[in-house]
């Protein structure tokens, strides 16, 4: 039975690994079973923390992948190269190992069931996670509220979830997917590798006359680009919300790992930026508000 988490004092809880399975070459999803899990909205994320026999501690952020479903917590990581974490959780971690998890952090970057506003989710490389998780929890919900989803990746091999999301997009009525590859195109795709820019913007997005919810997840130079790209084109940067990761949002693998790059864009076209909530984790770093809009 899914619960919904409450406010209150985040506490370590012992996680196990009941399942696991690869997306990418260098992605990998953990199910895990975490036993008292107070529950999580979509486009929450957790903390990981891993001890060695000599008492070290590692510690990073990791988004949830999927909606909440009792004690089952679902996390795909990116294996960071030289990282502390994510090569133990993607080639060591085995069925039945424990981890430490605390959690759900964040309440501003969620998608409610609830919500009635059409949703525009924008992706850059690894960023798909929490987005995928907003995905998963309309259909779990039986929503009809409307989703696009705008996926950059950098070649088709990058793409997480691709089965489930060539299906979803194929048999969840009101579900539109469209992927952006910025350096290697499928065969028989009709358009060269391109990063995203306003045109497909435009195009695969949301009219702003609609008030869509858009969401944008992904490395901090794509977000930002994204989000600039969002606010030219007309949309409320009230109704814009960010996360993002990367040299200037903490550590690198907080809260996946990049594949993505930025995308063609021109910030001086905005006039605002959309601002995110001063009480997010440490995955995400607030954009800047409407006053500090670049020219």
């Known amino acids: 039975m899914a619960r919904t988490a409450l406010p209150g004092r985040l506490t370590w809880r012992v996680a196990r690994l009941i399942e696991a399975r690869d997306e990418t070459p260098t992605a990998r999803t953990l199910v895990l079973d975490v036993p008292g899990w107070p529950g999580h909205l979509a486009g929450q994320h957790v903390d990981v923390r891993l ?5 070290y501690t590692a510690q990073r952020s990791y988004s949830i992948a999927a909606p909440a479903d009792g004690d089952r917590v679902e996390l795909t990581v990116q294996r960071v190269p030289d990282g502390e974490v994510s090569p133990y ?8 190992d424990p981890v430490e998890m605390r959690g759900p952090v964040g ?3 969620v998608w409610r069931p609830a919500d009635t506003a059409p949703v525009l989710l924008v992706a850059g490389g690894s960023g798909i996670v929490p987005l995928m998780a907003m995905v998963r929890a309309r259909r779990a919900a039986g929503s009809r509220v409307p989703f696009r989803l705008i996926y ?6 990058d793409v997480y979830y691709a089965d489930e999301l060539r299906r979803r997009a194929r048999d969840d009525g009101g579900l539109d997917v469209t992927y952006a590859y910025t ?3 499928p065969e028989g795709w009709r358009e060269p590798p391109r990063r995203l820019g306003v045109a497909a913007v435009n195009t695969a997005g949301w009219p702003p006359d609609l008030e869509p919810a858009c969401f944008v997840c992904g490395p901090t130079g794509f977000v930002e680009a994204v989000a ?13 919300r960010t996360e993002r990761f990367g040299p200037t ?6 809260p996946t790992a990049s594949t993505a790059e930025s995308p063609e864009a021109n910030p001086a076209s905005a006039a605002k930026r959309p601002t995110a909530s001063p009480t997010e984790g440490p995955t995400a770093e607030p ?9």
């Open 152 to 157: 950059s990746v950098r070649t088709p091999s």
């Open 51 to 55: 001890t060695a026999d000599d008492g």
């Open 249 to 254: 949002a903490g550590p690198a693998e907080s």
């Open 89 to 96: 959780l993607t080639e060591v971690f085995s069925k039945g």
């Open 287 to 295: 954009a800047p508000g409407p006053k500090e809009a670049r020219p």
């Open 107 to 109: 309440g501003w970057f």
């Open 228 to 240: 600039d790209i969002l606010v030219a084109l007309g949309h409320d940067p009230r109704r814009v």
């Open 183 to 185: 350096r290697a195109v």
